[in-house]
T-cell receptor, first 112, second 118 residues
Framework: GENVGLHLPTLSVQEGDNSIINCAYSNSASDYFIWYKQESGKGPQFIIDIRSNMDKRQGQRVTVLLNKTVKHLSLQIAATQPGDSAVYFCAESASSASKIIFGSGTRLSIRP | EAQVTQNPRYLITVTGKKLTVTCSQNMNHEYMSWYRQDPGLGLRQIYYSMNVEVTDKGDVPEGYKVSRKEKRNFPLILESPSPNQTSLYFC?????????????????FGPGTRLLVL
């Protein structure tokens, strides 16, 4: 498959445990945040998003937390499964801009 | 099936030989974008388009051109490729510009184009 990141930070978790992937963003004006999942050989896939007027949003098995004070974003995956193995990217956008800025990614590895 | 397609998926070329990577979406999206992905650098935006005939530079536009003559197509053109343009390229589309109306800005990505410039 595609090697999308030779030097990515890696998070290794036991199957069935919860995973927490963290992201620091830089632009105080950013008001929209997204998490993407990228499996080997594929393009990024939208997981969940959150706007700056919220500090938590839940999806199916995933939760995104936003701390604007320290400019920190996290993605929590409940009961991690082998299919969750991928590179996860956070991204930020400001409504005054017309583009998304991506972080460098974290590789999630699942131990059986 | 709603999708973003890119062609070719893999390309090996030589320095200076003009090439075009096509991108097409069938979701009637207004916003389209090109990214390159390099190890350790994540995705960096090359160019984006907010609608037909409206294009603008992203973070790394040097050496690239785009056009948006039709809503569904957004080709990426490398007039004179150089080895530093060796990368993995992704096209993406969404209804609206990211950060705009809630629920309208989810970007759908194509499968990627792996380019090697010798």
């Amino acid at each position: 498959g595609e090697n999308v990141g030779l030097h990515l930070p890696t998070l290794s978790v036991q199957e069935g445990d919860n995973s927490i992937i963290n992201c620091a963003y830089s632009n105080s004006a950013s008001d929209y945040f997204i998490w993407y999942k990228q499996e080997s050989g594929k393009g990024p896939q939208f997981i969940i998003d959150i706007r700056s007027n919220m500090d938590k949003r839940q999806g199916q098995r995933v939760t995104v937390l936003l701390n604007k004070t320290v400019k920190h974003l996290s993605l929590q995956i409940a009961a991690t499964q082998p299919g969750d193995s991928a590179v996860y990217f956070c991204a930020e956008s400001a409504s005054s801009a017309s583009k998304i800025i991506f972080g460098s990614g974290t590789r999630l590895s699942i131990r059986p | 099936e709603a999708q973003v397609t890119q062609n070719p998926r893999y390309l090996i070329t030589v320095t200076g030989k003009k090439l075009t990577v096509t991108c097409s979406q069938n979701m009637n999206h207004e916003y389209m974008s090109w990214y390159r992905q390099d190890p350790g650098l994540g995705l960096r935006q090359i160019y984006y388009s907010m609608n037909v005939e409206v294009t603008d530079k992203g973070d790394v536009p040097e050496g690239y051109k785009v056009s948006r003559k039709e809503k569904r197509n957004f080709p990426l053109i490398l007039e004179s490729p150089s080895p530093n343009q060796t990368s993995l390229y992704f096209c993406a589309s969404s209804f609206r510009v990211p950060g705009g109306d809630a629920g309208q800005e989810t970007q759908y990505f194509g499968p990627g184009t792996r380019l090697l410039v010798l």
